[in-house]
């Protein structure tokens, strides 16, 4: 059962325009949540994250916004850059006193075309 | 501080072979989870180890196993290897205390079976 579930398995994005990259979660004990980008060949790069008791996190070009009415949670990236080509992850986690297991969705490869 | 490390980053190994696979989590990080990747399945969740005791399992056979060490470097080893078993090995490691933390990933080990 896949609770974290990325939609759109590649987006195209001119370079300087907004990129959106979405995710959808089905748990709602889930409380904390994250993004990773994958080049190819490399391991998950961790890139932003947003506990439950937030709606927003901003850290330079990249903002995660999160509904929790809606389980959505999306990635923004002002400007985009070519550099910033690679598989996205989105991931989710909730605390818990067996560990934090993390639940990954399955990407979504963006390309930002110069 | 230095990052995960996994070794080896190659391997090509024949059906029905044995494999061990090496990750060395950060310092201080006592958790160690083992995910699979391939193409289009995303993130697969294989296990997770904390204080040598493996706290959470994914949905796969019992020829997936792992274990960690008092240092919390990890092993997975992979019995009876099938072609099914090829992909990217990617571990990650986190303080694994409960707490909301992100995990940090290693490179990987890319695992051919022929």
């Known amino acids: 059962d896949q609770q974290v579930k990325q939609n759109s398995p590649s987006l195209s994005v001119q370079e300087g325009r907004i990129s959106i990259l979405n995710c959808d979660y089905t748990n709602s004990m889930f409380d904390y949540f994250l993004w990773y980008k994958k080049y190819p060949a490399e391991g998950p790069t961790f890139l932003i994250s947003i506990s439950s008791i937030k709606d927003k996190n901003e850290d330079g070009r990249f903002t995660v916004f999160l509904n929790k009415s809606a389980k959505h949670l999306s990635l923004h990236i002002v400007p985009s850059q070519p550099g910033d080509s690679a598989v996205y992850f989105c991931a989710a986690s909730r605390r818990s006193r067996t560990g934090n297991q993390f639940y990954f969705g399955t990407g979504t490869s963006l390309t930002v075309i110069p | 501080k230095a990052g995960v490390t996994q070794t080896p980053r190659y391997l090509i190994k024949t059906r029905g072979q044995q494999v061990t696979l090496s990750c060395s989590p950060i310092s201080g990080h006592r958790s160690v989870s083992w995910y699979q990747q391939t193409p289009g399945q995303g993130l697969q969740f294989l296990f997770e180890?904390?204080?040598?005791?493996?706290?959470n399992k994914g949905n796969f056979p019992g020829r997936f196993s792992g274990r960690q060490f008092s240092n919390s470097r990890s092993e997975m080893n992979v019995s009876t290897l099938e072609l099914g078993d090829s992909a990217l090995y990617l571990c990650?490691?986190?303080?694994?205390?409960?707490?909301?933390?992100?995990?940090?990933f290693g490179q990987g080990t890319r695992l051919t079976v022929v």
């Open positions: 990650a490691s986190s303080r694994g205390t409960g707490e909301n933390t992100e995990a940090f």
């Open positions: 180890y904390f204080s040598e005791t493996q706290r």
